[in-house]
């Protein structure tokens, strides 16, 4: 029996230590926010943060998570959707299919907690989820939004 703490509680999990934590949070979790696109660390549709760290969920197995790490899904990023990068996730209408937008979500909002005022640099290094429906521009100007750096 492994220990998370997962959105603020301390959860027990019964999985092999092997198994990705993407699979933990959906299936033993039901924390269906966090979604499975490649399964190999690319495409950023399940990441969640580990001590603040945007992590892809799929490449980081139960095993290598200690219990006193704390684990941030979208579901306890703001369960009430006042999270800045959320609103402005709805202002700039980044979302089109939605699939990639949790992970995108959770990767925006630890870009802007760790640097506040992110420069378009900032914003290309930091954001390498990949989306099918080509938002890209709207999830610069959504960051931007959120950070208070917006250019229109």
């Known amino acids: 029996m492994a220990k998370l703490t997962v959105n603020g509680a301390t959860l027990d999990v019964a999985a092999d230590e092997n198994t990705p934590l993407l699979w933990v949070l959906r299936e033993q979790l039901g924390m269906t926010g966090t979604k499975y696109g490649c399964g190999i ?9 580990i001590d603040g760290v945007a992590t892809r969920s799929c490449a980081v197995t139960l095993g290598s ?13 703001s369960p009430d959707g006042s999270h800045p990068i959320q609103k402005a996730w709805l202002e700039m209408d980044v979302p089109q299919c939605g699939y990639c937008q949790t992970g ?4 925006a909002a630890a870009l802007l907690k760790d ?34 750096t917006s250019k229109t």
């Open 104 to 107: 995108m979500i959770m990767a």
């Open 65 to 77: 998570v200690k219990p006193e790490q704390k684990i941030v899904t979208i579901e306890g990023l």
């Open 41 to 49: 660390a690319q495409c950023g549709a399940c990441t969640v943060h």
């Open 115 to 148: 640097k506040p005022k992110p420069t378009d640099a900032d914003i290309d290094e930091a954001m390498s989820n990949i989306c099918r429906c080509g938002t890209y521009l709207r999830v610069k100007a959504a960051i931007h939004a959120a950070a208070g």
